[in-house]
């Protein structure tokens, strides 16, 4: 995946521009041709694409009360600089934070699954007062993981035929109304060609 960049574009007293773009030196190109005064870029951060915007958004709060219009900030180079570098370094912590939960879900979640196969394999009967232990053969416990699969996916099924079947219907309607309009201009070329 290719990282995204946080820039700041201007001249080296200002104003800032604060943007995000996938290459900050093509921007600057699209910003000088609209701009009497050269402009450079200051300053350009990498960060994952899905953190860009976030940065982006937060350095912009960051910077607010400095704000000429849109993304453009009358401050110190070195503190728009700080906004981003704070903001991005943020953005990556949450974004590991966000997969170190996540990791720690999906081995949750594998753990009560193991544990609940496990209980459905050796599942304790009693009949008329002695335990028995039955367990599940693998081809029991498809056959019921399919009968499952049927069950929960009822509603998608459902919905799909009901599609078709709309499908279906309109074509009807289509070819009803084709074959009305050609007999109605049979029946005009008859009367005209009487005429």
Same mark, same amino acid.
Do not use: W
């Given at each position: 995946m290719t990282a995204k960049f946080v820039y700041v574009i201007g001249t080296a007293t200002g104003p800032f521009k604060v943007g995000i773009a996938n290459d900050p030196r093509s921007r600057l190109?699209? #910003? /000088? *041709?609209g701009s009497h005064i050269k402009l450079s870029v200051l300053y350009s951060i990498g960060v994952e694409p *899905?953190? +860009?915007?976030? =940065?982006?958004?937060?350095?912009?709060?960051?910077?607010? %009360?400095?704000r000429l219009s849109g993304e453009w900030f009358n =401050?110190?180079?070195?503190? +728009?600089?700080?906004?981003?570098?704070?903001?991005?370094?943020a953005a990556a912590k949450a974004r590991q934070e966000r997969e170190r939960l996540?990791? #720690?879900a999906a081995a949750e979640c594998?753990?009560? %699954?193991?544990?609940? #196969?496990?209980?459905?394999?050796?599942?304790i009967? /009693?009949?008329?007062? =002695?335990?028995?232990v039955h367990r599940v053969t693998d081809k029991e416990h498809r056959a019921e993981q399919k009968k499952i699969d049927w069950e929960r996916d009822a509603p998608r099924r459902a919905f799909v035929q009901r599609m078709a079947t709309g499908k279906r219907v309109k074509a009807d309607q289509r070819r009803?109304?084709?074959?009305?309009?050609a007999g109605d201009a049979s029946? #005009?070329? +008859?009367?005209? *060609?009487?005429?």
């Open positions: 190109t699209g #910003l /000088q *041709s *899905s953190d +860009a915007y976030a =940065v982006e958004r937060a350095a912009h709060e960051t910077l607010n %009360e400095h =401050v110190p180079c070195d503190m +728009a600089k700080a906004a981003i570098a704070k903001a991005a370094k996540k990791a #720690l594998k753990r009560i %699954e193991e544990a609940r #196969l496990a209980t459905e394999r050796a599942a009967i /009693q009949v008329d007062g =002695v335990q028995l009803k109304e084709e074959e009305r309009l029946k #005009l070329q +008859a009367f005209f *060609s009487k005429t």
